[in-house]
């Protein structure tokens, strides 16, 4: 799988070596290089850096959709100009930089000018629970705190697995949704930095996350998926057995792919 190789290699490098990477990758894409972002901490396995969270809004109708970064026009260096997707949000420079890795980096949903809309949409490979399809709406996790299934504690959250910016594109954007009372107890709780992104990033216990492993690009089970040792209330990667923690957000950093201009 291209960039599987990379990306965890990539993922340990240090910032002495951002400048010769980034000479690299620039030329021949948009974005990538040295980027800090909001993750879900990988607690377990082989997994070198937690997934990126998408920060998320619910409409006036209870629609869940994704915050893309605003998207402008920039000039080039060499007199024309290009979109380009950036913005400040939660108190940390927002790009789609944060999903650049495992091959997503190619995906038609990170290019700023993506002809489509920023709504969640049920995934069919989801929980037994979910639809098969349509906007992904809050209403359907009335019962978030009382949810339960095979793994785990009752009333801890309920998930959904969806797709992002994925209308017309070869490939899809894969997304945990989570709703959680948990949540909503860390967003009250949390200090400094991780509570001003909490704040920006989640609406009414309501978070969300690319779903993809950053150890070898695998889409994890889910939360609350296997009974494997330290995963039945966590995300689970059944890849090589890596786990996440959906409610310990920590900030990190990697080395973001560059993005293909064509």
Same mark, same amino acid.
């Given at each position: ?5 990379g990306?965890?290699a990539?993922a340990?490098a240090g ?22 972002y ?9 997994a ?8 998320i809004e619910?409409?006036d109708?209870g629609d ?7 998207v402008?026009?920039v000039?080039?260096?060499?007199g024309g100009?290009k979109?380009?997707? @950036?913005?400040e949000?939660? &108190?940390?420079e /927002?790009?789609?930089?944060?999903y650049?890795?495992?091959?997503v !980096?190619?995906?038609? *949903?990170l @290019?700023?000018?993506y002809? &489509?809309?920023? /709504?969640?949409?049920f995934?069919?490979?989801?929980y037994?629970? !979910?639809p098969?399809g *349509?906007?992904v ?6 019962? /978030?705190?009382?949810w339960?299934?095979?793994y785990?504690?009752a009333?801890?959250?309920k ?6 910016r994925?209308?017309n594109?070869?490939?899809t954007i ?6 959680s009372p948990?949540l909503?107890?860390?967003v009250e709780?949390?200090e400094g ?7 920006a990033a989640?609406d ?8 993809k492993?950053t150890?070898f690009?695998c889409a994890?089970?889910?939360f609350r998926?296997?009974?494997?040792e330290g995963a039945?209330?966590?995300i ?7 786990i996440?923690d959906?409610?310990?957000?920590v900030?990190k950093?990697?080395?973001a792919?560059?993005r293909?201009?064509?």
């Amino acid at each position: 799988m291209k960039g599987v190789v990379g990306s965890a290699a990539l993922a340990g490098a240090g910032t002495a070596g951002t400048a010769v990477l980034e000479s690299v990758t620039n030329p021949t894409g948009s974005g990538g290089g040295q980027t800090n972002y909001f993750a879900v901490e990988n607690t377990a396995g082989p997994a070198p850096r937690g997934m990126p969270m998408v920060p998320i809004e619910i409409d006036d109708n209870g629609d869940i959709k994704g915050v893309f970064p605003d998207v402008k026009e920039v000039e080039t260096e060499t007199g024309g100009t290009k979109k380009q997707a @950036r913005m400040e949000l939660g &108190g940390i420079e /927002y790009t789609p930089n944060w999903y650049q890795y495992c091959g997503v !980096q190619g995906y038609g *949903g990170l @290019r700023p000018d993506y002809d &489509g809309d920023n /709504y969640f949409r049920f995934s069919g490979a989801g929980y037994s629970w !979910q639809p098969s399809g *349509g906007k992904v709406n809050i209403d359907e996790f009335d019962d /978030y705190d009382t949810w339960e299934n095979d793994y785990g504690d009752a009333g801890i959250g309920k998930p959904a697995k969806a797709t992002w910016r994925s209308q017309n594109t070869d490939n899809t954007i894969p997304i945990l949704i989570i709703r959680s009372p948990v949540l909503e107890d860390r967003v009250e709780s949390a200090e400094g930095e991780v509570a001003e992104w909490l704040e920006a990033a989640t609406d009414q216990g309501v978070m969300a996350i690319v779903n993809k492993c950053t150890h070898f690009c695998c889409a994890p089970q889910g939360f609350r998926t296997s009974n494997y040792e330290g995963a039945e209330d966590k995300i689970y990667c059944q890849c090589h057995q890596s786990i996440y923690d959906p409610f310990s957000i920590v900030k990190k950093s990697f080395v973001a792919f560059a993005r293909p201009e064509n």
